[in-house]
């Protein structure tokens, strides 16, 4: 049975409304070299980072976008791989540049708050709205530097 809409073909197209939705990665260049990185923008997505990954893919890593530019603070709490930290103020200037090792895993006599107070902290030297991590070594391979600018896509 049809509507009296049917009748009259008055019903709106059905097609979806499209929704805009943020990239889940962007590239960047770091000195010459094209890196894929996961974006990480919700608080949720910050505090996981590249925890439980025992391998990051060369030319791949993730880029957080920190909600205030400030100094800023990272360990690597659940990391089961060493990597390379890069921290940039909002203009794209280097701040900061970190190799950071794996940590000891969490034991089962230690509470959280133990583990966390034993995890060595790596701190941009000045405040810092993006971080990016990278395989471990690239930073010397890729001769970066800090002061100098890497373009971070809006």
Do not use: W
Not at 4 to 18: A, G, K, M, S
Not at 131 to 147: H, Y
């Amino acid at each position: 049975m049809k509507s009296y809409l049917d009748y009259y073909n008055l019903r709106e197209e059905t097609d979806p409304v499209p929704v805009k939705k943020e990239p889940d990665t962007v590239s960047i260049d770091l000195n010459g070299t094209e890196y894929k990185l996961e974006i990480a923008k919700t608080p949720e997505k910050i505090y996981k980072g590249m925890s439980y990954r025992k391998h990051i893919p060369r030319k791949t890593g993730m880029l957080f976008d920190m909600p205030t530019e400030m100094i800023q603070s990272f360990c690597m709490r659940n990391c089961e791989c060493d990597m390379d930290l890069i921290y940039t103020n909002s203009k794209g200037k280097v701040v900061g540049l970190h190799k950071m090792k794996r940590e000891p895993k969490k034991t089962s006599r230690e509470t959280d708050i133990q583990y966390n107070n034993r995890l060595k902290k790596y701190e941009s030297d000045e405040p810092a709205k993006y971080v990016i991590e990278i395989p471990a070594g690239d930073i010397t391979r890729l001769d970066l530097k800090r002061g100098q600018i890497i373009k971070i896509p809006k």
